[in-house]
T-cell receptor
Framework: DQQVKQNSPSLSVQEGRISILNCDYTNSMFDYFLWYKKYPAEGPTFLISISSIKDKNEDGRFTVFLNKSAKHLSLHIVPSQPGDSAVYFCAAMNSNTGNQFYFGTGTSLTVIP | GAGVSQTPSNKVTEKGKYVELRCDPISGHTALYWYRQSLGQGPEFLIYFQGTGAADDSGLPNDRFFAVRPEGSVSTLKIQRTERGDSAVYLC??????????????FGPGTRLLVL
């Protein structure tokens, strides 16, 4: 049972434009969410996080939005750069029941120069 | 300081053999996690250590899988009687391990296991 879903396996965006990556979850008890970025042959690298008490968190070109009622979060990258090309995973946790993250299946982003 | 390191980076073995995968967490991180990532999937949780003890091993698929962390630092994931379905990338992550904290987990590069 996939509790975290990324329904778009791939996304292509022109350099300089906005990239929007989406993630949906089913467990309403999740209260902490992260986005990881992964290059080939490397482990996932932490990008940005958000806790359920907020609906937006921004760090430079990266902004994460959380819609708890819709059980949906999104990652916005603006402006997109070729170096952003990677696989992006969203992950969610219920901090009250443990420390394991549940990951989505990833979205492969290609930023076209 | 260095990040999370994992050895070997690649491991090829034959069905039925025993393998050990090693993880060196970030210095000072008391929490350590093992995940498994199959092709086209996201990482799946296997086991979580807080210090030397396994605080949550609910993700281990069966009793062929076992992990230890005897001194609260380095951890070894052990797989007995390997099967072709065990082929995957095994990822290790660590975090500070603060009580009640919403913590970021930092991942190593993974060990690619191929069972022939």
């Amino acid at each position: 049972d996939q509790q975290v879903k990324q329904n778009s396996p791939s996304l292509s965006v022109q350099e300089g434009r906005i990239s929007i990556l989406n993630c949906d979850y089913t467990n309403s008890m999740f209260d902490y969410f992260l986005w990881y970025k992964k290059y080939p042959a490397e482990g996932p690298t932490f990008l940005i996080s958000i806790s359920s008490i907020k609906d937006k968190n921004e760090d430079g070109r990266f902004t994460v939005f959380l819609n708890k009622s819709a059980k949906h979060l999104s990652l916005h990258i603006v402006p997109s750069q070729p170096g952003d090309s990677a696989v992006y995973f969203c992950a969610a946790m219920n901090s009250n029941t443990g420390n394991q993250f549940y990951f989505g299946t990833g979205t492969s982003l290609t930023v076209i120069p | 300081g260095a990040g999370v390191s994992q050895t070997p980076s690649n491991k090829v073995t034959e069905k039925g053999k025993y393998v050990e995968l090693r993880c060196d967490p970030i210095s000072g991180h008391t929490a350590l996690y093992w995940y498994r990532q199959s092709l086209g999937q996201g990482p799946e949780f296997l086991i979580y250590f807080q210090g030397t003890g396994a605080a949550d091993d609910s993700g281990l698929p069966n009793d062929r899988f076992f992990a230890v962390r005897p001194e609260g630092s380095v951890s070894t994931l052990k797989i007995q009687r390997t099967e072709r379905g065990d082929s995957a990338v095994y990822l290790c992550a660590s975090s500070l391990g603060l009580a009640g904290g919403l913590e970021t987990q930092y991942f190593g590069p993974g060990t690619r296991l191929l069972v022939l």
